[in-house]
């Protein structure tokens, strides 16, 4: 299996959020802009999530390609992304390159998968009466979003109706920066399906701020489906 993600970390010696790392590196950065949105692109008759991620780390962020255009985005542009930033903030940043293969196949058995940080909610409709995110909803939006990134990276994806969600760790908002809006987060998330991942993966709302990511490679929690043999 050819590669298919590519990861480059930049340790500036300071946290940061996606969302504040997007917003920082793509200043003047037009082409890079235009493939770090989800949704339909300008001039670009396709539309969906966006091939370039920043993911936010305790010492700097990351930048995640997938797919051919954009492990070469991220290798065009971080070096000269680390440049800058060395010479407007005086402070060395280093480089942590990693690759590998998004893929996904059917398991006879359940393994568990943790996502971080999972915006569950965009409209007002997904709430439930209760005024929370119901967890059939979250289900749905898991699903979905790994059906989507499959087919952004061009594999295939075993089906996915056994996946179910097990629980959270805590529930926080997410600000989306107009009106006072913030997105119901699930923290901890914890979901099990009958699939094998690997690489790098991704689920629910505001995936282009760096949210719903989660590194399948550092996941093996299994356990036997009912009736299973």
């Known amino acids: 299996m050819s590669k298919n993600w590519a990861c480059v970390a930049l ?4 946290p940061m959020d996606g969302h504040d790392a997007r ?7 037009r082409e890079l802009a235009h493939h770090i949105a989800d949704g339909p692109k300008v001039g670009d008759p396709a539309e969906g999530p966006a091939p370039v991620r920043f993911l936010g780390r305790r010492n700097g962020f990351a930048m995640i390609g997938f797919g051919d255009a954009g ?3 991220v290798h065009q542009h971080a070096p000269e992304i ?4 060395s010479a407007r903030h005086g402070t ?4 942590h390159c990693s690759s590998g293969a998004c893929t996904a196949s059917a398991l006879p058995y359940l393994r568990r998968y943790r996502i971080d940080r999972c915006v569950v909610q965009k409209k007002n409709h997904h709430r439930g009466d209760d005024g929370g995110v119901p ?16 087919a952004l990276l061009g594999i295939d994806i075993p089906e996915l109706t056994g996946l179910r969600v097990l629980g959270k760790q805590r529930v926080t908002a997410i600000p989306l920066g107009h009106g006072g809006v913030a997105l119901e987060t699930w923290c901890g998330l914890e979901f099990e399906a009958p699939v094998a991942l690997y690489g790098w993966w991704a689920a629910g709302y505001l995936q282009s701020r760096g949210h719903g990511h989660f590194n399948a490679d550092m996941q093996r929690s299994e356990r036997l489906m009912d009736g299973a043999p």
């Open 135 to 150: 967890v059939d909803h979250v289900e749905r939006l898991i699903q979905r979003g790994l059906i989507t990134h499959a």
């Open 92 to 95: 060395p940043v280093s480089f």
């Open 11 to 14: 340790n500036t010696g300071h």
């Open 71 to 73: 492990i070469q985005l």
């Open 23 to 29: 917003r920082a590196v793509t200043s003047g950065r």
């Open 82 to 85: 680390g440049r800058d930033w």
